[in-house]
């Protein structure tokens, strides 16, 4: 019996891996692969491994979900009404794929296995628990925080720049001296989005972009060569990031005709 | 139901993974193809732990990690190709010729 449900499930495995990447349409492309997730898990569970087998269908049902949502966002033919044969290097994927799987038969059949089956009648849950929160504690909580990083990272890399500016406000660096521009490599700016801000009222909650924050300083700048007699302390903080303090000190609305901010003030 | 016969499908599944990863165009596709050789090697894993560990919980560990692992390179490859295509335009492999443009 079980090792029926095993070739099986086996087979439904290879067999949905396979037309994963031989149907034409994306969607039934994901969910042929969470098919063959879905048999995975099922093996992993016919091998007492509840806990793996059961969040592998979990996981990877969501997971799947998720690729189909990005198959419709970002790619063409979804529905796979016409043929659809986005390949290159064909011969040498096959040629690799099916090496792959000769060698690792190969590796399997020569290899002597050694052969220590589960006991019977172990309690295999249990057992993982108290590893998990026991021994493997550390390597448990290091997925945990690889995990966070990822999703940190994720966010980072498909945000765009938003309410609070793009996602490298605050890292630009200060100024190799008072009033200059960032230190480091030069931001591209996109322009257009103009300095919001330029009364004191007003700056503590602004919308401040970066390329804002860049005008900022070239204006700053422009006007520490005409005033000289400006205190260096107020030039710190025009160079610092303390963006908001920048924009609300006074003097910059009343210097520097050219500025986006005496423009924009008035809207507010 | 025998470990052999648990390797050779597990490497069956990294094979047509493999395949996938190689030949495919598409960002996404070609993700698949990652998720399909980790799909194999998770079936692995499990296989090892329930046939030569005697229930050892630290097999049990490893097929964790591939799990985490998976989850990771769906994020990070999700978010990249929002990256590329918000900054290119591109979605496949052919129109990324250099890593800066």
């Known amino acids: 019996m079980t ?3 095993f070739y099986t499930l086996s087979a439904l495995a290879i067999w949905s891996g396979w037309r994963v990447f031989r149907v034409d349409s994306m969607i039934r492309a994901t969910f042929a692969l969470m098919v063959s997730f879905i048999a995975v898990g099922g093996i992993a569970l016919l091998m007492s491994a509840e806990f793996i087998g059961v969040a592998t269908v ?72 108290i590893e998990l929160l026991g021994q493997s504690m550390l390597i448990f909580e290091t ?12 966010v980072v890399l498909s945000s765009r720049g938003g309410r609070f500016g793009d996602t490298n406000e605050g890292a630009v660096p200060p100024g190799l001296h008072p009033g200059g521009a960032p230190a480091g490599r030069k931001v591209e700016t996109g322009g257009g989005h103009g300095g919001h801000g330029g009364h004191g009222a007003h700056a503590g909650h602004d919308m401040i972009m970066e390329d804002a924050d860049v005008k900022d300083v070239d204006t700053h700048q422009s006007h520490d060569e005409a ?10 903080e025009h160079a610092g990031h303390t963006h908001h303090t920048a924009t609300s000190d006074p003097t910059s609305d009343k210097i520097a005709p050219g500025d986006p901010h005496k423009t924009h003030g008035t809207e507010h | 139901m025998t470990l052999t016969a648990i ?42 732990w329930a046939y030569t560990l005697e229930g050892a919980p630290s097999g049990q560990l490893l097929a964790i990690l591939i799990m985490a692992v998976m989850a990771v390179e769906l994020a990070i490859g999700f978010a990249l190709v929002v990256a590329v295509y918000r900054k290119r335009q591109a979605d496949v492999i052919e129109a990324l010729g250099t890593l800066k443009q």
């Not at chain 1, 005033?227 to 710190?236: G, L, R, S, V, W």
């Not at chain 2, 990652?34 to 090892?48: D, I, R, Y």
């Open chain 1, 3 to 5: 090792d029926l449900a």
């Open chain 1, 58 to 129: 979990f996981m990877m049902a969501v997971e799947m979900m998720v690729m189909a949502l990005f198959m419709v966002m970002f790619m063409m033919n979804p529905a796979g009404l016409n043929p659809m044969r986005m390949v290159h290097q064909y011969g040498l994927s096959i040629g690799a794929g099916f090496a792959a799987f000769v060698g690792l038969t190969v590796a399997v059949l020569t290899t002597n296995l050694p052969n220590n089956p589960l006991p019977a009648g172990r309690d295999t849950l249990r057992d993982l628990g």
């Open chain 1, 143 to 154: 997925a945990g925080v690889t995990l966070l990083a990822t999703m940190v990272g994720a």
């Open chain 1, 227 to 236: 005033e000289t007699d400006e205190p260096a302390a107020a030039n710190d």
């Open chain 2, 7 to 48: 390797l050779i499908v597990s490497a069956a599944l990294f094979g047509i993974g493999l395949f996938g990863a190689l030949s495919q165009k598409s960002f996404v596709m070609l993700m698949m193809g990652l998720e399909m050789m980790l799909n194999g090697t998770l079936l692995a894993a499990v296989g090892f």
